[in-house]
């Protein structure tokens, strides 16, 4: 079920029309550590995967992975690595996702270890597009194949979470064109002075969604097919902000003093928020698909706080 979230303290569109054609709808995840099947959408947990289809390893060159709590990257050298489940998304539950005519899953996957060699990012996703009906009908995989340890990130090994889709309405933060951006800039300043919350904390959703705005930490990399299309943005995987704006209301601390749309997690659930992700140093991965090319390519990006 989607989750309820509160009202904005100001609706930006109304008080900066200027925003009103940037407004973007985007459907928020909400992932909550929890124990999900292969029948569900989540993220982390067990895919829909069809057994005579063999699991993803990477056998990429150039894999590194940096130790708990360290900062230095240690080469490893395993000849292949089994990639590791992401995000598995059921039509049925994100219907503001349109997916390719005859299916109705999509599922993301990743190497839990980083490629020095990738220009576009520190893990290698790959992705799926299935029909449910068809994938169980032809039988499904057992237990997938898991990496062992050294041949991990356990950073990048997102923990098996439910989701929540929720649609929501955004807009941009870092890809606010910035002559429009200084432009606006005395307005947006004294929307702060009146509300006390610059712009973006309460009207650009940073967290793990789909469609929308990507939820970069540094300037915006939009990537381009190779037709020189503009990819548009599908996913955006991060750690989860356990305050704020975007946090559901029925996970507010209980007899919070701070206005509603400020309001911290409660304790009893804060450490259930999120994936446990770190991709690099609190930033994100970033999904992206040509919609307009038949094959429907994609390709990501990543950044870093």
């Known amino acids: 079920m989607p989750r309820t979230i509160p009202e904005p303290p100001f ?88 997916f390719p005519p005859g299916k109705d899953v999509v599922q993301l996957v990743w190497c839990a270890l980083l490629h020095e060699q990738d220009p576009a990012g520190v893990v290698l996703p790959r992705m799926y597009w299935r029909n449910e009906a068809e994938t169980v009908a032809a039988g499904l995989l057992g237990d997938a194949p898991a990496p062992d340890e050294g041949e991990y990130d356990e950073d990048l090994i997102p923990r098996p979470c439910t989701v929540c889709p929720t649609p929501a309405v955004e807009y941009p933060q870092r890809d606010l064109p910035e002559g429009l951006l200084q432009a606006l800039l005395p307005r947006l300043e004294e929307l702060e002075e009146r509300y006390g919350f610059w712009y973006s904390e309460v009207a650009c959703a940073l967290q793990n969604k789909v469609g929308g705005y990507p939820a970069w930490t540094q300037s915006p990399d939009w990537p381009h097919c190779s037709q020189g299309h503009r990819m548009e943005h599908l996913f955006s995987i991060t750690g989860e902000v356990a305050y704020g704006r975007w946090l559901p209301l029925d996970e507010h601390r209980p007899g919070t003093a701070q206005p509603i749309w400020d309001a911290p997690a409660d304790p009893e659930i804060f450490d259930a928020i999120g994936p446990e992700l770190e991709i690099g140093d609190a930033g994100g991965l970033y999904v992206f698909l040509c919609r307009r090319c038949p094959d429907l390519p994609y390709a990501h990006r990543s950044d870093c706080h």
């Not at 930006?12 to 459907?27: G, K, M, V, Y």
């Not at 569900?40 to 590194?64: I, K, T, V």
């Not at 590791?84 to 349109?98: K, M, T, Y």
Request: net charge negative.
């Open 11 to 98: 609706e930006l569109s109304a008080l900066i029309p200027e925003f009103a054609d940037l407004a973007r709808e985007t459907t928020l995840l909400y992932p909550r550590s929890g124990n999900p099947g292969v029948e569900q959408s989540s993220m982390g947990g067990p895919l829909l995967w069809p057994a005579d289809e063999p699991w993803p390893y990477c056998d990429q060159p150039g894999h590194w992975t940096c130790g708990p709590g360290s900062s230095a990257w240690e080469k490893v050298t395993p000849e292949t690595v089994p990639m590791v489940p992401v995000i598995q998304l059921f039509a049925r539950d994100v219907p503001g996702l349109s």
